[in-house]
């Protein structure tokens, strides 16, 4: 991993019992409905990473790739009094769950949809539309009613993460445009992991890989990628699931998630 300086990373806790890490970025708002149901038999220690949320940008000049987030989330966990917990994440999130179970960072990892197992052409189709959204988000930041507070407005901001955008609660949508448009690590990390590949390796810990059926950003054939590179890992379909299963079906994922990490 990369040497990163303990950053004060910005987490909540909710819930008791074993601690559970949920990586947070532009997805911090979707996680919510989940959270609050794994709380119900874990400590669940919501962790912002760097340049989204709360969290301040990695030091000037490090890039902010996947492998970089990583370690800032590794080097953040013992002061946070955590010791290789079980780590979940999707997306971005789902990415660096994957590296910290690599680097024995974490006891166990569960991963939706993670981002570094797309081709050239899939990576700048699913980047180039969360631009598009960034480009909206920013449009409308003072008033993001404009497009959250009707069905076709949520549908056009979050097809591409949501199998039911429309279904999405004004409030969520209204949160998840401010967030995306005040995450000073959005452009950066945009860059950054553009040519992000996730590389194969035999996980020490368990491993999950859950992907949605209907994932539109990174269609599910990339779930067989996945299987390819980590045939040690336990993969799951997430059925009638987009991008963010989080908010399409929040029990669905909780029960996925819990089977992975009491396995």
């Not at 999405?168 to 949160?175: D, K, L, M």
């Amino acid at each position: 991993m990369p040497d990163i300086p303990n950053l004060p990373l910005t987490s909540r806790r909710l819930g008791s019992g074993p601690p559970l890490v949920v990586v947070l970025q532009l997805d911090r708002d979707g996680w919510a409905p989940v959270l609050e149901r794994l709380a119900r038999e874990r400590e669940v220690v919501a962790v912002d990473l760097p340049g989204f949320g709360g969290s301040p940008l990695l030091p000037e000049g490090t890039e902010p790739g996947v492998e970089a987030l990583a370690a800032a989330v590794a080097e953040w966990l013992p002061g946070a009094g955590l010791t290789r917990p079980p780590v979940v994440g999707n997306s971005l999130g789902g990415a660096v769950a994957l590296e910290l179970a690599r680097n024995g960072a974490a006891g166990s990892a569960v991963a939706l949809s993670p981002i570094g197992l797309w081709t050239r052409p899939e990576a700048a189709y699913a980047l180039g539309s969360l631009r598009v959204a960034h480009a909206m988000a920013r449009a409308c930041a003072r008033r993001p009613g404009w497009i959250a507070g009707n069905p076709i407005g949520r549908t056009v901001a979050f097809w591409q993460l949501a199998a039911r955008p429309w279904r999405i609660p004004e409030a969520t949508a209204t949160a998840a445009l401010r967030n995306l448009a005040r995450s000073p690590g959005f452009e950066p990390t945009q860059r950054a992991v553009r040519g992000y590949r996730l590389r194969a390796f035999t996980p020490e810990v368990p491993v999950t890989v859950g992907w949605g059926t209907r994932d539109l950003m990174t269609p599910p054939h990339q779930a067989l990628r996945a299987a390819r590179l980590l045939p040690g890992a336990h993969h799951v379909a997430l059925k009638a699931c987009g991008h963010s299963p989080m908010t399409d079906a929040p029990e669905q994922v909780t029960q996925a998630i819990l089977a992975a990490i009491t396995a």
